[in-house]
């Protein structure tokens, strides 16, 4: 860190400050009672700055000079003697003044070109800068522009999907919905126990029986019973496939009248008495669903979940209006409506 020589301080960060040519010290401007405005002239002018110590010394150098050869001189010598020493020994300060004015100005030349060449550098890696620069400002405006493409085409296909996803839902409701119809004139009827004397046809004949309802060969299409699954206790659903569908709707309404129907009923008298439920039959699709929404009405408070010719009906209290489920986006609608958690799909 450099001080003044005068008042041998630190110089701030940016101050002004002036550098002496003959002794090359630097002082603060108020330290050799300059303005800034001097400063200023001398650098724009290139005027060379000799501190007052320097300038002091200069003085009195000419000054004990003058004054050596004054009493070297006789008194009563010409007069014109001094003054030609006086102009001699000024010329000589002057020739010295314009020497070091010279040299400082070589140095100040140098120093100036050393500082063009600097600048030239800068300016040219300046240059290579702005090059790289637009460069990859061209670069990003273009990925920029492809970014946005890319956006606008994700948009446009998501739109797309979006379209495509609703209309295979639809799709799907409307194959699910054509699968039911062709259940519409079927039934299912569980609970009924095994009998090795009595085919499917009879048992339902039997169903009739205890519901009033005459059951004939003519009114069948098809009957059949499947095969039990390993956790049920009785011998397996009975399918019954009505010619019309008049005749499988007299058949339910029969059985909605009839609400205890169980196994005595039908004349099987050993073995625990068993509940027989009379159900439209309904495709794999629609069993799943029916699944789904027993939990959901379970888990969220609604008291009835019913079948009414293929279709599930959903309905939290009496007085409101029955909610037509078919599908899982129903159950989901129903869920947002009334503050309830997402339904989940009954696992197969």
Same mark, same amino acid.
């Given at each position: 860190?450099?001080?003044?020589?005068?008042?041998?301080?630190?110089?701030?960060?940016?101050?002004?400050?002036?550098?002496c040519?003959?002794?090359?010290?630097?002082?603060?401007?108020?330290?050799?009672?300059?303005?800034?405005?001097?400063?200023l002239?001398?650098?724009?002018?290139?005027?060379?700055?000799?501190?007052?110590?320097?300038?002091?010394?200069?003085?009195?150098?000419?000054?004990?000079?003058?004054?050596?050869?004054?009493?070297?001189?006789?008194?009563?010598?010409?007069?014109?003697?001094?003054?030609?020493?006086?102009?001699?020994?000024?010329?000589?300060?002057?020739?010295?003044?314009r020497?070091?004015v010279?040299?400082?100005?070589?140095?100040?030349?140098?120093?100036?070109?050393?500082?063009?060449?600097?600048?030239?550098?800068i300016?040219?890696?300046? %240059?290579?800068?702005?090059?790289?620069?637009?460069?990859?400002?061209?670069?990003?405006?273009?990925?920029?522009?492809?970014?946005?493409?890319?956006?606008?085409?994700?948009?446009?296909?998501?739109?797309?999907?979006?379209?495509?996803?609703?209309?295979?839902?639809?799709?799907?409701?409307?194959?699910?919905?054509?699968?039911?119809?062709?259940?519409? %004139?079927?039934?299912?009827?569980? $609970?009924?126990?095994?009998?090795? %004397?009595?085919?499917?046809?009879? !048992?339902?004949?039997?169903?009739?029986?205890? !519901?009033?309802?005459?059951?004939?060969?003519?009114?069948?299409?098809?009957?059949?019973?499947?095969?039990?699954?390993?956790?049920?206790?009785?011998?397996?659903?009975?399918?019954?496939?009505?010619?019309?569908?008049?005749?499988?709707?007299?058949?339910?309404?029969?059985?909605? #009248?009839? #609400?205890?129907?169980?196994?005595?009923?039908?004349?099987?008298?050993?073995?625990?008495?068993?509940?027989?439920?009379?159900?439209?039959?309904?495709?794999?699709?629609?069993?799943?669903?029916?699944?789904?929404?027993?939990?959901?009405?379970?888990?969220?408070?609604?008291?009835?979940?019913?079948?009414?010719? $293929?279709?599930?009906? !959903?309905?939290?209290?009496?007085?409101?209006?029955?909610?037509?489920i078919?599908?899982?986006?129903?159950l989901?609608?129903?869920?947002?409506?009334? $503050?309830?958690?997402?339904?989940?799909?009954?696992?197969?």
């Amino acid at each position: 860190m450099s001080f003044c020589a005068s008042c041998l301080k630190g110089f701030a960060n940016n101050v002004y400050r002036v550098k002496c040519l003959a002794c090359t010290n630097e002082f603060h401007l108020q330290c050799q009672g300059l303005k800034k405005e001097d400063y200023l002239f001398m650098k724009d002018n290139r005027k060379p700055f000799t501190c007052s110590n320097c300038t002091k010394t200069r003085r009195g150098s000419i000054s004990s000079q003058e004054s050596s050869e004054g009493r070297n001189s006789p008194t009563t010598g010409d007069t014109s003697s001094t003054d030609n020493v006086s102009t001699a020994q000024l010329l000589q300060a002057i020739n010295g003044l314009r020497a070091e004015v010279k040299s400082a100005n070589v140095k100040y030349d140098k120093y100036v070109n050393t500082l063009r060449e600097e600048l030239k550098d800068i300016k040219a890696h300046l %240059n290579s800068y702005s090059d790289l620069i637009t460069k990859n400002s061209e670069g990003i405006d273009k990925l920029a522009t492809e970014l946005t493409s890319l956006t606008n085409l994700y948009d446009s296909v998501n739109l797309r999907f979006s379209a495509l996803e609703t209309r295979i839902i639809e799709l799907e409701g409307q194959t699910q919905d054509n699968e039911q119809a062709l259940l519409v %004139n079927c039934i299912e009827i569980n $609970g009924i126990p095994s009998s090795e %004397n009595k085919n499917a046809l009879d !048992l339902v004949k039997l169903v009739g029986t205890a !519901l009033n309802v005459d059951i004939s060969e003519q009114n069948i299409n098809n009957c059949f019973r499947r095969r039990p699954n390993a956790a049920s206790l009785d011998g397996g659903a009975i399918f019954v496939s009505f010619l019309r569908k008049i005749d499988k709707d007299n058949f339910m309404r029969a059985s909605r #009248r009839t #609400r205890n129907l169980t196994s005595r009923d039908l004349g099987f008298q050993t073995g625990n008495a068993s509940k027989i439920f009379i159900n439209h039959s309904l495709t794999f699709a629609k069993r799943k669903l029916l699944n789904s929404t027993k939990i959901f009405k379970r888990e969220n408070n609604f008291k009835f979940v019913w079948i009414n010719n $293929g279709n599930i009906l !959903l309905k939290k209290e009496e007085s409101d209006q029955p909610l037509l489920i078919k599908s899982m986006h129903d159950l989901q609608k129903v869920a947002s409506k009334n $503050g309830a958690p997402s339904a989940t799909s009954c696992p197969t």
